[in-house]
């Protein structure tokens, strides 16, 4: 069995792109694809007019590819400052110093600084993990399942948080997001691609795919074409 079949996938700089679809569809593992992690069996992948298809993880974040991943993968016996300083060192033509302090400062870790990774509240984690993939100053961030776990407040605040990623000229990343809490991705993407049983479904604004009946189908179920008709 194919994990995934025919997925063609674009994200430009500067642009937020969902990627939804059920649990085992195959979004992980297309990242992993991308990111170097998984070596994939046909098709290519491209960081502008790269080929990086089969690269190490490592080769392909020198090319601008930073991520976080489901279940954050922070240096649990570092700092929270140190943990950034490890995203920025990557970066050897910057000051470390003055870039460190700044990223904590922009997302609000200043005050976290000093503290231990493993003694941080679960928010705190979220927050750290796309500051540290932020610190290799990405054309392109990727981040898998952001919200997990996360309330409505915090949920907010990270849509916020993200949505200030792409508006800000210091970064303006393109960002390809996934995750199941709808209410952001629909809120913050300026376009979704749907996965389902390792292939594309859909692709298309926020609006169109919450109509999609394949997709209502598929993943969102009765009560998204219900909510729409309400508005309509």
């Known amino acids: 069995m194919q994990a995934l079949s025919g997925v063609t996938l674009e994200l430009s700089e500067s642009t937020i792109l ?26 290519q992948v ?60 922009r997302f609000s870790l200043t005050q976290w600084a000093s503290t231990w990774v493993s003694d941080l509240p679960y928010g705190v984690e979220r927050r750290l993990g796309i500051a540290l993939a932020l610190g290799i100053q ?49 809120r913050l993407c300026d376009s979704v691609h749907v996965l389902s049983e390792g292939k594309t479904i859909a692709e298309a604004t926020p609006q169109e795919i919450r109509r999609n009946q394949a997709v209502i189908e598929s993943y969102l179920g009765k009560r998204y074409e219900d909510e729409d008709a309400e508005l309509r």
């Open 138 to 186: 990405p054309r392109f961030l990727l981040l898998d399942e952001p919200a997990a776990g996360l309330n409505e407040e915090e949920s907010d605040q990270l849509l916020s948080m993200i949505r200030g990623i792409r508006e800000d000229p210091e970064f303006r990343c393109g960002i390809l997001i996934i995750d199941h809490d709808l209410r952001l991705i629909f």
């Open 46 to 105: 491209f960081v502008g007019d790269i080929d990086a298809t089969g690269w190490r993880p490592d080769h392909i974040c020198r090319l601008g590819v930073g991520r976080t991943f489901q279940i954050a993968r922070l240096f649990g016996s570092l700092t929270v400052r140190e943990n950034v300083e490890v995203g920025v060192m990557a970066r050897p033509e910057v000051d470390v110093d003055d870039r460190v302090m700044h990223l904590l400062d």
């Open 18 to 43: 969902g990627l939804i679809g059920p649990n085992g569809s195959g979004k992980t593992t297309l990242v992993n694809i991308i990111t170097g992690v998984l070596r994939p069996d046909a098709g």
